[in-house]
């Protein structure tokens, strides 16, 4: 199959990193932890807080200059969930009209304590050529259920997962780890971990701020960047003011170079 920049590549090859290039997204690396390391949950939070209800924020995903695939997140709105507040956050993932050879969609959602930067109920479909699943995480002060719903082609039977995993306090979902590293104070040359749920199980993370770099953004022009490194060596842009805002990323895939970048920052709503 012959791509705009003139270089062949086999279908199989481009299944494999198109579909690398959808779950980079958050790019942290999970490793032991060391005794270097801090944990970011005790970590003291920044002030103000950063996040604003109606900030959508959209990124173009690419590799090897294709377009592969557009995500979007967005804070719809400030509301309640078993009697707390929280943020209810949706963000919406797609390949792009270029990878015709790899479809692929997923719509996620979190509810996020404003307070504790802890989510409440995290919500995953996900449409994976003919696979499909849902998978939905309801937090609770120790433990969270995980239920997964799949199905690997449309007409096959529906398979069940469900399970109940202990966790420690902070623990994160796949969504809500952006706005939580965004809320919390980070020194430079530093290591932090953090927990999160990902594939059915809790995993420690580890990110070192790496540097900070004057970077030029498409949709906000020159800004001022904390570069946070993983230990997987991926690389990950905040821009080191008040909105800390995700504004770069990239991955590595042997000698290719996956990116990840802001295009574009609306407001839908005025903020409380």
Same mark, same amino acid.
């Given at each position: 199959?012959?791509?705009?920049?003139?270089?062949?590549?086999?279908?199989?090859?481009?299944?494999?990193?198109?579909?690398?290039?959808?779950?980079?997204?958050?790019?942290?690396?999970?490793?032991?932890? *060391? %005794?270097?390391?801090?944990?970011?949950?005790? @970590?003291?939070?920044? /002030?103000?807080?950063?996040? !604003? $209800?109606?900030?959508?924020?959209?990124?173009?995903?690419?590799?090897?200059?294709?377009?592969?695939?557009?995500?979007?997140?967005?804070?719809?709105?400030?509301?309640?969930? *078993? %009697?707390?507040?929280?943020?209810?956050?949706? @963000?919406?993932?797609? /390949?792009?009209?270029?990878? !015709? $050879?790899?479809?692929?969609?997923?719509?996620?959602?979190?509810?996020?304590?404003?307070?504790?930067?802890?989510?409440?109920?995290?919500?995953?479909?996900?449409?994976?050529?003919?696979?499909?699943?849902?998978?939905?995480?309801?937090?609770?002060?120790? /433990?969270?259920?995980?239920?997964?719903?799949?199905?690997?082609?449309?007409?096959?039977?529906?398979?069940?997962?469900?399970?109940?995993?202990?966790?420690?306090?902070?623990?994160?979902?796949?969504?809500?780890?952006?706005?939580?590293?965004?809320?919390?104070?980070?020194?430079?040359?530093? /290591?932090?971990?953090?927990?999160?749920?990902?594939?059915?199980?809790?995993?420690?993370?580890?990110?070192?701020?790496?540097?900070?770099?004057?970077?030029?953004?498409?949709?906000?022009?020159?800004?001022?960047?904390?570069?946070?490194?993983?230990?997987?060596?991926?690389?990950?842009?905040?821009?080191?003011?008040?909105?800390?805002?995700?504004?770069?990323?990239?991955?590595?895939?042997?000698?290719?170079?996956?990116?990840?970048?802001?295009?574009?920052?609306?407001?839908?709503?005025?903020?409380?």
């Amino acid at each position: 199959m012959k791509l705009k920049t003139g270089f062949i590549e086999p279908q199989g090859k481009i299944k494999k990193y198109a579909k690398h290039c959808i779950f980079i997204i958050l790019l942290v690396g999970t490793l032991a932890v *060391n %005794g270097a390391s801090r944990s970011l949950v005790e @970590s003291p939070d920044i /002030t103000p807080n950063p996040l !604003r $209800v109606g900030e959508k924020l959209t990124y173009d995903i690419s590799w090897k200059k294709i377009p592969a695939a557009r995500r979007t997140d967005w804070i719809v709105e400030k509301t309640s969930m *078993n %009697g707390e507040d929280v943020y209810y956050i949706h @963000s919406e993932m797609k /390949t792009r009209s270029l990878f !015709r $050879v790899y479809s692929f969609q997923r719509h996620e959602e979190t509810y996020l304590n404003p307070i504790t930067l802890s989510p409440v109920y995290f919500r995953n479909r996900l449409q994976d050529q003919k696979y499909s699943a849902t998978v939905t995480i309801d937090f609770r002060e120790e /433990t969270a259920e995980y239920v997964k719903l799949s199905r690997p082609k449309p007409k096959s039977p529906e398979r069940r997962e469900t399970k109940v995993i202990e966790i420690p306090v902070g623990t994160q979902d796949e969504l809500s780890t952006l706005y939580f590293l965004r809320s919390k104070e980070f020194e430079l040359g530093k /290591t932090y971990f953090f927990p999160i749920i990902t594939k059915g199980k809790v995993q420690k993370v580890t990110l070192t701020v790496e540097r900070r770099e004057m970077i030029k953004s498409k949709a906000l022009g020159r800004v001022k960047t904390l570069v946070l490194q993983t230990s997987a060596g991926d690389r990950f842009w905040l821009t080191d003011d008040a909105r800390r805002l995700p504004v770069k990323a990239e991955s590595k895939i042997g000698q290719l170079t996956v990116k990840i970048t802001l295009t574009d920052v609306e407001f839908t709503k005025s903020s409380d």
